[in-house]
Each structure stands twice: as structure tokens, then as C-alpha cells.
T-cell receptor
Framework: AQKVTQAQTEISVVEKEDVTLDCVYE???????LFWYKQPPSGELVFLIR??????QNEISGRYSWNFQKSTSSFNFTITASQVVDSAVYFC???????????FGAGTRLTVKP | GAGVSQSPRYKVAKRGQDVALRCDPI?????LFWYQQALGQGPEFLTY????????KSGLPSDRFFAERPEGSVSTLKIQRTQQEDSAVYLC????????????FGQGTRLTVV
């Protein structure tokens, strides 16, 4: 079965704190792709990153970093020195093989307080 | 256009009414996806187009849901005889290539069936 689990429903931090959003995935395919999207109150899903199953290299983009570990089937997302503008719902998603379906987790609502 | 555009942003329908939701993808994008997002949930796949061909409609919840993309650009999602459980945000996404490139989402249409 293809599945994405985001165990953290809501997280609240104070500005400048670091925060990690967890994502655990399940798939039997050896070729798959993992994504993170941000959904601000406006509703639009904003693409953040794509990782394929053959590339376990971690990535850093400004204050954002991603830790992909196939051994634990996890693709966690860390925001360093969080800001109020980071407040949103964050979704982790999985696409496998040549499948057109993108399976999303239930999302984690992040609130960053000033 | 600069991004994926959906209209209307909000739609209130009486139960039993037919509705049509429009999606203008990014110009030149081959792939187009429709998703349904219930309150507090992640988006769920409905259907996929490659140009004008509807290659995957496995996510459509019933035969009351119908989607088309006749000229390989604008797409319409139609829901016949709406029911209260159809209330959700309907998201459209497009991507340049088929399959596993990142998809860019519109702001969605919030459908409320009363």
C-alpha cells in the first residue's frame, strides 16, 4: 500500500525557534518521488521540494532543510529560525513508479508566534 | 498565464444542483490534475489529463463526477446532482511533463452544498 503519515497534526513555536516536521512513507515500489508543499491561508499549495528514491542526499535551501532516510522511510523537513510567515499547513506527498496519483499526508499545521 | 487559475473561488450550490468548476493551467503544461481536499485533510487525487486525453480517472468518487479538457488546455470538472458530501475544496494542478515532475497548484474552488 502507498501511504504517507504526518503524525504531527499541529505544532506551535515561537519565532526564531527551529522546528522539524515529520513525514513517514510506505511504498513497495523501488522508484518513487517525495514532495513537500506549503499551504498558506490563501489555499494554494506551494511546491517546496522534490526528491527521488535514488537520491538520498540531504538538501538545504536557505532556512529550509530536508533529511531523506530510506532506512527509516522518512523525509523530514526542518525550518531553522522560524518566522511568522512560515505559519501554514505543510504537506508531504508521495508519487510512485509511473503512477499519476500523488498521495498526500494529512498535513501539519505550523503556527509561529511572534 | 503566470500560474494555475481556478474559477469560481467560491461556489454555493443547493443539493441536487449541477456545478462546473474551471481550471486554467500554466501555458504549455502537458499534465493536468484534479484533487479534492476535505476540511482538515490532505488533497486526494481525482483525475489526470495528458493534453486532451483523460488517462486516469480512478479517483473520481462516483459517476456524478465528470472532467474534460477538450483542447488540451482549460479543464472543467463537473459535478451533477450535488450532495452535501461533495462539499470540499477542489484543487487543480498542472505540470510541464507527464508523471513525476513537480505540479503547480491553483488556489482551489471551495464548494459548499447546502
Amino acid at each position: 500500500a502507498q501511504k504517507v503519515t504526518q503524525a504531527q497534526t499541529e505544532i506551535s513555536v515561537v519565532e526564531k525557534e527551529d522546528v522539524t516536521l515529520d513525514c513517514v512513507y510506505e511504498t513497495r515500489d523501488t522508484t518513487y518521488y517525495l514532495f513537500w508543499y506549503k499551504q498558506p491561508p490563501s489555499g494554494e499549495l506551494v511546491f517546496l521540494i522534490r526528491r527521488n528514491s535514488f537520491d538520498e542526499q540531504n538538501e538545504i535551501s536557505g532556512r529550509y532543510s530536508w533529511n531523506f532516510q530510506k532506512s527509516t522511510s522518512s523525509f523530514n523537513f526542518t525550518i531553522t529560525a522560524s518566522q511568522v510567515v512560515d505559519s501554514a499547513v505543510y504537506f508531504c506527498a508521495l508519487r510512485w513508479g509511473n503512477n499519476n496519483d500523488m498521495r498526500f499526508g494529512a498535513g501539519t499545521r505550523l503556527t509561529v508566534k511572534p | 498565464g503566470a500560474g494555475v487559475s481556478q474559477s469560481p473561488r467560491y461556489k454555493v450550490a443547493k443539493r441536487g444542483q449541477d456545478v462546473a468548476l474551471r481550471c486554467d493551467p500554466i501555458s504549455g503544461h502537458v499534465s493536468l490534475f484534479w484533487y479534492q481536499q476535505a476540511l482538515g485533510q490532505g488533497p486526494e487525487f481525482l483525475t489526470y489529463f495528458q493534453n486532451e486525453a483523460q488517462l486516469d480517472k480512478s479517483g473520481l468518487p462516483s459517476d456524478r463526477f465528470f472532467a474534460e479538457r477538450p483542447e488540451g488546455s482549460v479543464s472543467t470538472l463537473k459535478i451533477q446532482r450535488t450532495q452535501q458530501e461533495d462539499s470540499a475544496v477542489y484543487l487543480c494542478a498542472s505540470s510541464f511533463l507527464q508523471g513525476n515532475t513537480e505540479a503547480f497548484f491553483g488556489q482551489g474552488t471551495r464548494l459548499t452544498v447546502v
